[in-house]
Nanobody, 117 residues
């Protein structure tokens, strides 16, 4: 079992930055098939992938955040981060941390990001 806890959400103006953190209850990247990532769900929309990172630091981003968001990890802290720069109103959503651990899917409870002037 893995517990994921997100933090770092908030209200920012367009163009500003936020850094989301996800703390896992234990190490995820002890098996090369495991992946961690961030998803988001805007009001009235389906949950969508934002970014993922693998055991070997291979990253993947949805097109709308490429060049603005950066996913990273810290194995010593069992943590994954999402640095979000140049935020836009359309980035407003609840952001969820995800871990695929030995084929099992785990989710955090989410952190709200609101981008508004």
């Amino acid at each position: 079992q893995v517990e994921l806890v997100e933090s770092g959400g908030g209200l920012v103006q367009p163009g500003q930055s936020l850094r989301l953190s996800c703390a896992a209850s234990r190490s995820i990247f002890i098996f090369r098939g495991n992946i961690m990532g961030w998803y988001r769900q805007a009001p009235g929309k389906e949950r969508e992938l934002v970014a993922t990172i693998t055991w070997s630091d291979v990253t993947n981003y949805t097109d709308s955040v490429k060049g603005r968001f950066t996913i990273s990890r810290d194995n010593a802290k069992n943590a994954v981060y999402l640095q979000m720069n140049g935020l836009k109103p359309e980035d407003t959503a609840i952001y969820y941390c995800n871990a695929i651990d030995y084929g099992r899917n785990y989710w955090g409870k989410g952190t709200l990001v609101t981008v508004s002037s």
